[in-house]
């Protein structure tokens, strides 16, 4: 998909950004679309692929984007980790010293396999090879950028020989930490303190299982609770949710991927939100729901230490632990709202205008 948007056509545009996302989906649609609407004075020039064929997506969308290029160059790159920045750079020589941000919503190093995924080096390779080929490497959390940087130690120490020295210590110092605007959720008039709600993917890397799980252990312990069972699922509905669905009918208020509107509306009046996730690298839905005013549940782990204090925090993977948690909450009072302000788009948004507007070549 390619389109070119000016945010003021009455104006002159400050520069000329050419945005890269191999593999829109999720955070990275977030990120793309919240960048094109709300960065001013730039003339984006954007190409996209869909997020499905991750295999040949990462590997494969410098051939995609083959004929797309344009022999004009931008004044800067902005792509995404998906993007074989380095292949692009080489095939497009117009392209050559154009200079190019890599902004990693995740990174292969980091991302967990399901039981039917075989490791393959080759999504590695490409997202090192962007990093060299990149002035700037932008990560939507310290936890993204900590683990890329040690996944660069723990893949080159798999090298037979050749090993290039002080790989790590060349790339760290354009290592930054910018995250995905996040637009804050209003809350609702009224709020419904023991609904629990779910907005996750229900597939392998967000842990479904264990979330399932504790909600039975809080029926049987005759808690009082409904669901709203939220998020992108597969046609065939996993094991996890088709549980919930024949254990927990009558708690069930919401079970679907709902329009944005109706989505705010129950994020509005929920009282807690739960994650329990093997996989985060910056944890959009939760923020939402957080801004909204529910109160987060998070494991102790990936990217949540730096979004929530420990009182919103359980052992990761611990189903009993997250239950008990659960059922401190719904019993008595719920903990305070827990604000998320520096991950969201009125702060992380001036950001990305500053950012792009100091790369402005006559500025």
């Known amino acids: 998909m390619y389109h070119s948007t ?214 049987d312990a005759g808690v009082d609770f409904r669901l709203a069972l939220l998020g992108k699922r597969p046609r065939k509905a996993p094991e996890s949710l088709a549980s919930l669905r024949r254990t927990l009918p009558d708690r069930i208020i919401a079970d679907g991927r709902l329009p944005y509107d109706e989505y705010q509306q129950l994020l509005g009046r929920a009282g807690i939100a739960v994650s329990t996730a093997i996989h985060e690298f910056q944890g959009i839905s939760m923020l939402e729901a957080a801004s909204a005013g529910a109160r987060p549940l998070v494991p102790d782990a990936l990217c949540y230490p730096e979004q929530y204090p420990a009182e919103y925090r359980y052992p990761a993977g611990d189903i009993r632990a997250l239950a008990d948690t659960l059922q401190h909450w719904l019993a008595g009072p719920l903990p305070d709202s827990c604000p998320v302000d520096d991950w969201l788009a009125p702060i992380i948004g001036a950001q990305w205008q500053s950012m792009l507007a100091e790369a402005d070549p006559d500025h």
């Not at 051939?63 to 920045?85: N, Y």
Request: net charge negative.
């Open 6 to 219: 000016r945010n003021h056509p009455s104006e002159p545009a400050v520069k000329r950004i050419l945005l890269l996302s191999a593999y829109r989906s999720d955070s990275h649609a977030v990120w793309s679309d919240w960048l094109r609407h709300n960065i001013e004075n730039v003339d984006w020039q954007i190409l996209e692929l869909p997020g499905r064929h991750f295999a040949w997506r990462i590997r494969g969308n410098p051939l995609s984007w083959l004929d797309d290029m344009g022999a004009e160059p931008p004044d800067l790159i902005l792509a995404t980790s998906m993007v074989d920045l380095a292949t692009l750079k080489g095939i497009h020589r117009q392209l050559a010293d154009v200079p190019a941000w890599y902004y990693f919503h995740e990174n292969q190093f980091a991302y967990p396999l399901s039981k039917q995924q075989v490791r393959s080096i080759e999504p590695r390779m490409v997202q090192l090879y962007g990093a060299l080929a990149a002035d700037r490497l932008l990560f939507n959390s310290r936890f993204n950028r900590d683990s890329f940087l040690a996944g660069i130690d723990e893949l080159l120490a798999l090298f037979p020989d050749g090993i290039p020295v002080g790989l790590r210590e060349r790339l760290e110092p354009r290592c930054e930490v910018i995250p995905v605007p996040v637009t804050p959720v209003h809350p609702a008039e009224h709020r419904d303190r023991q609904l629990i709600v779910w907005n996750h993917r229900w597939e392998y890397d967000k842990a479904p299982q264990i979330f399932a799980d504790a909600m039975f252990a809080l029926a």
